[in-house]
């Protein structure tokens, strides 16, 4: 892969035609377009099309599916038939969710002919702090967010899921719990020298969260919101390529 396509851009925009931009500006300096809650909710899932229409090859369906397993798989069976290159599911939602979730997945692919998505587990959210996660949720503090992570990794890796997405913080700890080195680790909370970090609580640069062995880095605001989105999302490159001699 070339540095560019380990790059994830999040369309978090409010209409179709803003993500089409998006797409034709930046489909030669990131490697997918991610598709989340802000666009489908405001367009609905035909913007998966449109989007592939505008060239973007692999879109990132942001689903974050999470209910009981029947119900989770049936929506995957409509997923697979909007064509995206992968969908996210709850690692909360449990094992047996998970499952189901990959089975629908592998079913309606074959019986449709049609290209598996990945599916990924959610682990802990990039927003949620270590107090978040002990006062407001209620895990008991002898339990660290990382290896909290970790656990919810390693569920969703006995489920069948190709990845999970988790923030730069635990990958490590991921990457030693998982004997698989196919395991994707999709990591947002990306913040380049000098962005804000926005809502996220758990970040890194781009180099670090490479060199820590993430598969995949989601960025958004340090590209879309840049000045010349293009030019930022080609230092982004730069810095990845730089990360491999570090490895």
């Not at 913007?47 to 995957?76: C, E, W």
């Not at 909370?189 to 062995?213: F, K």
Request: charged letters at 20%; hydrophobic letters at 45%.
């Amino acid at each position: 892969m070339r540095p560019h396509e380990h790059i994830i851009l999040p369309l978090d925009v409010p209409t179709v035609q803003r993500a089409i931009e998006l797409v034709d500006l930046l489909k030669d300096d990131v490697g997918v377009f991610k598709v989340g809650l802000e666009l489908t909710n405001a367009t609905g899932l035909e913007t998966l099309a449109l989007l592939r229409q505008a060239g973007a090859d692999r879109i990132f369906y942001d689903a974050k599916l999470h209910d009981i397993p029947n119900t989770v798989a049936g929506a995957m069976r409509g997923i697979v038939r909007q064509r995206a290159w992968c969908v996210t599911v709850h690692t909360l939602g449990g094992k047996n969710m998970l499952k189901a979730a990959v089975d629908a997945a592998k079913q309606e692919a074959e019986e449709r002919g049609l290209p598996r998505p990945l599916v990924l587990g959610v682990t802990v959210l990039t927003s949620i702090s270590e107090n978040e996660l002990h006062n407001e949720l209620k895990v008991p503090t002898s339990i660290s967010v990382q290896s909290y992570a970790t656990h919810l990794a390693r569920l969703a890796f006995e489920a069948g899921c190709d990845g999970v997405i988790a923030s730069p913080h635990e990958i490590q700890a991921i990457r030693a719990a998982i004997p698989s080195s196919d395991f994707l680790i999709i990591t947002p909370g990306i913040r380049p020298a000098g962005s804000t970090r926005g809502d996220q609580a758990r970040v890194h640069t781009p180099a670090e969260a490479m060199v820590r062995g993430a598969s995949y880095l989601v960025i958004g605001r340090p590209i879309y919101a840049a000045e010349d989105p293009k030019a930022a999302a080609q230092n982004i490159a730069h810095e990845i390529e730089g990360a491999w001699d570090l490895v």
